[in-house]
């Protein structure tokens, strides 16, 4: 995906807005490969903060013997921990990690751009926030990118590269050399609200959460998952990545779609968690109960009181299926609108973002391995079942009723898992 007539792009010097979580993460996978790093946030205090959270992680390695102090020293060197904006003279990429809010985004833009170097390529680290909007604030359009580490940024291998409305080839060639040196296999994807693996996860954990409001177990929910090969279920998956930032998310949509945006019952369990300050893991409280060092201890049995347990709960098969089914659709349809270029980069960045059923090479894959004449069907059955999120795509219909498969039309000499 590499635009072939850019010279190299490796990058010399980074700059990293937000030393928060994400932001600490990137600083320090990218000091790792040995490019010097300006991580900056609103103080001194925050920014020092975040090139500890390196510090930490370097400490575990000298416990195991796997940092030496030399190692250590070189490392912390490389950042340069600063709330001054003019530090980041000099830089040649700058990866945008702060607050998910549009307005915040737009702001720094603006005063980042007006201290680089005019050739600087600019990335927002969004998860959420379609690209081509947030480079509205950008005086240079073409050099405005996304790139989407998944948390922990140290331990998730994927990083998702979004191309904007106006992005080009250059920025693209940047963002793609510089995953390479930081040692992390990238998808390229072209814009689009959640992008691509952002969009097929939250309908993941919203069918979750829907199967929790009509009185299905969530211990039946998450084990379902488990069997598939996910390495959590959705359930637990909410827990850890916080149940408000699913609300805040909701919201965020909701106001972006406006009418258009399709109430869930997922959406009204989330936002009753987080009324009663059940926030997850983070909080100790969640869909689990945990105890004082943050160990889970049960799911938490007050869901029930709102939300009756079934007497006769569901075939493990519909459980496993409507999970599935609620993923891949979303597969197929960014394929049909052009956001995946590659139905390959499609599977692996399923595979490799959050875990989807390793052992059937990805979304499509999957799909091939049960055909799409019976993809089809099933569609119509669980539409029926369930509502129209489970609706045929026409490019499936158009598939099955051919008798084609994925890798056969889209990629005749790759072989799939099928």
Known sequence: MRPKDVPDQRVQKLGVL????????????????????????????????????????????????????????????????????????????????????????????????????????????????????????????????????????????????IKGRETGSRAVAKALDYVRQIKKPPIVVNDARFFYANRCIIPYINEGLRMITEGVSPVLIDNAARQLGFPVGPIQLNDETSIDLGAKIARATKAAMGNEYPDSPADDLIFWLEDLGRLGRKANAGFFDYDDKGKRTGYW????????????????IEVQERLMFAQVLEAVRALEEGVLEDIREGDVGAVLAWGFAPWSGGPLSWLDIIGTPYAAERCDQLTAAYGDRFACPDLLREMAAKGQSFYGRFNPDAVSAA
Do not use: W
């Not at 969004?126 to 950008?138: F, N």
């Not at 009756?308 to 493990?316: A, I, M, S, T, Y």
């Open 301 to 316: 049995k007050g869901m029930q009181d709102k939300y009756p347990l079934l007497e006769d709960q569901p075939d493990l």
């Open 18 to 161: 937000g030393a928060g979580m994400m932001g600490a993460g990137i600083a320090l996978v990218s000091a790792q490969a040995g490019i010097e790093v300006v991580l900056v946030d609103r103080d001194q205090a925050a920014a020092d903060k975040g090139k500890a959270y390196t510090e930490s992680y370097l400490d575990k390695g000298m416990k195991r013997g796997k940092v030496t102090q030399d190692k250590k020293d070189a490392m912390l060197a490389r950042i340069n921990a600063t709330p001054d904006l003019e530090a980041l003279k000099g830089c040649d990429l700058i990866i945008e990690a702060v607050f998910e809010d549009p307005a915040v985004k737009a702001d720094m833009t603006k005063k980042v751009e007006a201290i680089i170097p005019d050739d600087c390529i600019f990335a927002s680290n969004t998860s959420t926030l379609p690209i081509s909007e947030l480079a509205k604030a950008s005086v240079r359009p073409e050099q405005f990118i996304g790139i989407h580490f998944f948390s922990p940024v140290e331990k998730m291998l994927l990083v998702e590269i």
